[in-house]
């Protein structure tokens, strides 16, 4: 089961504009990470947020998490065409020493020239 | 300095046989966990090896294996093949320090089809 659901499903935006997704989750977690899925290939790393921090940027991304919430979102501003992707959240649980990542099905942005 | 390295990258198979996919860590990376990754979905972690010992493992039968050599590359076998099977087959390394990074790299994936 996947312990992440993004939402939207999918996004389309003009190039420039700000696109915002967003990740919720069940159960306690150590981090939270973003990765990036361009057509079907392999994951790329955007992000690490950790579970006592609240917000980090990374170039145009913005990511914010609230565990009381069990939520996070990522923000990319000024948006490429190259931005296009699938994005996923992944957890890593608190307990054990699990290193596993749990995904989400992902949220498909599209970004418009 | 080269990441982490998957072959083949397609492959085609027909119901009942069996399959071994490979991965080379990225360099100086001791850990690799293999994910399964359906059309459209996100990656589920089929399993996770360490010191050539299976460490974790995700929901998957028996018919799923692995091994990992003393020079940290992994092998991921399938026998038995099924028509669901036919996924995207990611394989990711990452560095054990005991510590807390749980920074993953990923490879390109190996697309697996079962006819």
């Known amino acids: 089961s996947q312990q992440g659901e993004e939402d939207p499903q999918a996004l389309s935006i003009q190039e420039g504009e700000n696109a915002t997704m967003n990740c919720s989750y069940k159960?306690?977690?150590?981090?939270l990470q973003w990765y990036r899925q361009n057509s079907g290939r392999g994951l790329v790393h955007l992000i690490l947020?950790?579970?006592?921090?609240r917000e980090k940027h990374s170039g145009r991304l913005r990511v914010t998490l609230d565990t009381s919430k069990k939520s996070s979102s990522l923000l990319i501003t000024a948006s490429r065409a190259a931005d296009t992707a699938s994005y996923f959240c992944?957890?890593?649980?608190?307990?054990?020493?699990?290193?596993?990542?749990?995904f989400g099905s992902g949220t498909q942005l599209t970004v418009l020239p | 300095d080269a990441g982490v390295t998957q072959s083949p990258t397609h492959l085609i198979k027909t119901r009942g046989q069996q399959v071994t996919l490979r991965c080379s860590p990225k360099?100086?990376?001791?850990?690799v966990s293999w994910y399964q990754q359906a059309l459209g979905q996100g990656p589920q972690f089929i399993f996770q090896y360490y010191e050539e010992e299976e460490r974790q493992r995700g929901n998957f039968p028996d018919r799923f294996s692995g091994h990992q050599f003393p020079n940290y590359s992994s092998e991921l076998n399938v026998n038995a093949l099924l028509l669901g099977d036919s996924a995207l087959y990611l394989c990711a390394s990452s560095f054990r320090d005991g510590g807390h990074t749980y920074e993953q790299y990923f490879g390109p994936g190996t697309r697996l089809t079962v006819t």
């Open positions: 360099s100086g990376h001791d850990t």
């Open positions: 992944a957890t890593v649980l608190s307990s054990g020493s699990a290193r596993q990542l749990t």
């Open positions: 159960t306690s977690i150590n981090n």
């Open positions: 947020i950790r579970s006592n921090e």
